[in-house]
């Protein structure tokens, strides 16, 4: 075959290769928004039913000889706790979320339905679906629907695997996102997903790293812990966040005839600037804060280009200490303190101290 045709050949089959991959792309998107619907209105058929009768009657017989019949006809996906799963997730995914006792109180106008406070059943039914059933298997078991509406946003935008969806949330992402913001953005979390803005949109409270599998109670070095970490890198920027790319591990530099090494170098596109990461596993000094804040110098000043952001300095550490911090780095500085946890951090206590650090700001909010 001369060049020619070759090189026609070639072009030709990468169109028609995209085009048949878009294609299976779409047909399984399609399907799994199409099982995901089906699942929905089942669950919506059998929580409406429910409300003729009494609940406790009609979960245990009626639902199993449903699901009984249904199995017989389409194959054993059908299962009792299958329509038990498509009962919570229409109660979960319709908004405002519906109480078992709310259908009673339906006014039939004859064109459409309207529960006590003028809202049309149309109005409370418009959820828009964008993941797979095993996505919403995870989303339902968030019970708080800011975090839910977090997690499903975060999700498609990411196109988080099933796997990396179940650790976010076991890793109580959400919270730990919303703690370390101010209180004024913590909805933003729920509407928007992370954004990445401003530089401490990128830091958690604490950073969970317990997919390295360093035990807590062991000692380790520093040298360790930046080993396991570019051995699970992949792992790391899912917990990094957004548009984090990595570039470099023990980054040299030389200024004044002397060498110095940034344990870890980033670049988020996001933001467009280096985020410079150095990792602290003994007590955070003055010395280590003024050591970073002479990499960042050092960056803006001879690395990063001018359309490029600020340099973002981040000393990975054992233990915190905000008022280190605060006294040695001015106010101005792109410098942060993020202390590390290896182990997965206590859902319920993070979840209580967010929902107390809420109350009070709304309740020290002035009115309008």
């Not at 070095?221 to 548009?243: S, V």
């Amino acid at each position: 075959m001369s060049n020619a045709l070759d090189g026609r050949l070639t072009a030709l089959f990468d169109k028609v290769s995209t085009i048949i991959e878009q294609s299976r792309n779409l047909v399984y998107v399609t399907a799994n928004v199409a099982e995901v619907k089906a699942r929905y209105e089942v669950g919506r058929y059998i929580f409406e039913d429910e409300q003729q009768g009494e609940r406790a009657a009609y979960g245990k017989d009626l639902l199993r000889q449903l699901s009984k019949k249904l199995m017989e006809k389409f194959g054993d996906d059908w299962t009792y706790d299958t329509l038990r799963r498509c009962r919570l997730f229409y109660q979960s995914y319709t908004y405002p979320p519906i109480e078992a006792t709310v259908l009673r109180k339906f006014q039939n106008t004859g064109k459409q339905e309207i529960d006590d406070s003028g809202n049309s059943v149309a109005q409370i039914r418009q959820p828009r679906f964008t993941l797979s059933w095993s996505h919403y298997l995870i989303l339902m078991r968030v019970d708080n629907p800011d975090a839910r509406s977090f997690y499903e946003i975060e999700c498609a935008q990411q196109q988080w695997s099933v796997r990396q969806l179940s650790r976010q949330v076991g890793s109580s992402l959400y919270e730990r996102l919303a703690l370390s913001r101010n209180k004024d953005e913590v909805m933003r979390l729920a509407c928007e997903g992370q954004t990445m803005e401003k530089p401490d949109d990128i830091i958690k409270n604490p950073v969970t790293l317990e997919f390295l599998g360093l035990k807590p109670d062991v000692a380790y070095t520093e040298t360790k812990l930046e080993n396991a970490i570019i051995g699970k890198m992949q792992k790391f920027l899912l917990e990094m966040g957004k548009g984090f790319l990595f570039e470099a591990r023990q980054k040299r530099f030389t200024f004044d005839e002397q060498n110095f090494y940034v344990d870890l170098v980033f670049y988020n596109r996001l933001l467009q600037c280096y985020v410079l990461i150095d990792l602290k596993t003994g007590k955070l000094t003055h010395q280590d804060l003024g050591q970073m804040q002479m990499y960042v110098n050092y960056y803006d000043r001879y690395v990063k280009q001018e359309f490029e952001k600020p340099t973002i300095g981040i000393l990975l550490c054992e233990e915190k200490n905000d008022a280190l911090v605060e006294l040695t780095l001015p106010k101005d500085a792109n410098v942060y303190a993020a202390q590390y946890s290896l182990y997965l951090p206590d859902k319920t206590l993070l979840q209580a101290k967010l929902k107390e650090w809420i109350d009070e700001f709304n309740e020290n909010k002035p009115e309008n």
